[in-house]
């Protein structure tokens, strides 16, 4: 079975059912914690602060009324803070903590929001980390499968598994590309490890088919999405077989100056 198209058909589905979905408000909602604590400790210690300012003003106001003789209080003499002393303050920290609660709030809902989208497609979500761990087991077998045996289309490429053990996981790596993609996409026993880069027919396909073709690609469906996998498959496995190239036989590329530039001979 194409495991690997399941997985991207499904990637489709859920992330067109999750384009609606808001933004994880995570990082967001605890920087909103530590400005809400800050707020309410502010708000606790607004009064405090209003009634002492308030007290040193009503203070100052008073002893320049006294007479010269009479600047000092007298002994038991209270000084009265203005009624409102602080009351600046504690609306404007009061009104910050609701606002702060109100954002708290919003952002949690969103969080629920998105809980429950992750309830709503749980098995298919288990189905696509399935999907991914049975991809992974295979790709590695057929890892194995070819250092143990090398297939001639690898020999061809990359020689035989080498010795080296740095090498060696190089080898392995570039191996488990080309079979994988050999496999996923049904390439003949004979001929080089890699068939021809896929065209753009898939393109076209989807173009003519109209907006259904559109709307499939856009999901991850359908010829435009097939043939794009498949390049891009094909890409990996081709940058992994230079890899090796480039390891093992490093005598094959020289750079030479030509022409004021580099180029690869």
């Known amino acids: 079975a194409d495991l690997a198209g399941q997985r991207e058909e499904l990637r489709g589905r859920l992330s067109a059912a999750a384009a609606a979905l808001p933004a994880d408000g995570g990082a967001a909602l605890a920087l909103i914690d530590q400005d809400r604590a800050r707020a309410a400790a502010a708000l606790s210690a607004a009064p405090a602060a209003g009634a002492a300012a308030g007290s040193a003003g009503r203070e100052g106001d008073e002893g320049r009324r006294r007479p010269r003789w009479r600047q000092?209080?007298?002994?038991?003499?209270?000084v009265t803070a203005s009624p409102t002393a602080g009351t600046a303050a504690v609306a404007r920290w009061r009104a910050e903590v609701e606002r702060l609660d109100a954002r708290r709030a919003d952002l949690r809902a969103l969080g629920h929001r998105r809980a429950q989208w992750g309830v709503e497609h749980g098995e298919d979500l288990a189905r696509y980390r399935q999907l991914g761990t049975a991809i992974e087991r295979r790709e590695q077998a057929l890892a194995r499968a070819a250092e143990a045996a090398p297939p001639a289309h690898l020999v061809a490429e990359i020689g035989d598994r080498p010795v080296n053990p740095t090498d060696r996981v190089a080898w392995r790596q570039a191996a488990r590309r080309v079979e994988s993609y050999r496999e996923r996409w049904q390439v003949g026993p004979a001929g080089p490890a890699l068939d021809e880069r896929p065209s753009d027919l898939g393109?076209?396909?989807?173009?003519?088919?109209?907006?259904?073709?559109?709307?499939?690609?856009?999901?991850?469906?359908?010829?435009?999405?097939?043939?794009?996998?498949?390049?891009?498959?094909?890409?990996?496995?081709?940058?992994?077989?230079?890899?090796?190239?480039?390891?093992?036989?490093?005598?094959?590329?020289?750079?030479?100056?030509?022409?004021?530039?580099?180029?690869?001979?």
């Open 72 to 78: 000092a209080r007298l002994p038991g003499e209270q």
């Open 203 to 265: 393109r076209q396909a989807a173009a003519g088919g109209g907006p259904a073709a559109a709307k499939e690609a856009a999901r991850g469906a359908g010829p435009e999405a097939g043939c794009l996998s498949r390049r891009a498959e094909r890409d990996q496995a081709a940058g992994a077989l230079e890899r090796v190239r480039l390891a093992l036989r490093p005598e094959r590329t020289k750079v030479i100056q030509r022409d004021g530039g580099l180029t690869l001979g």
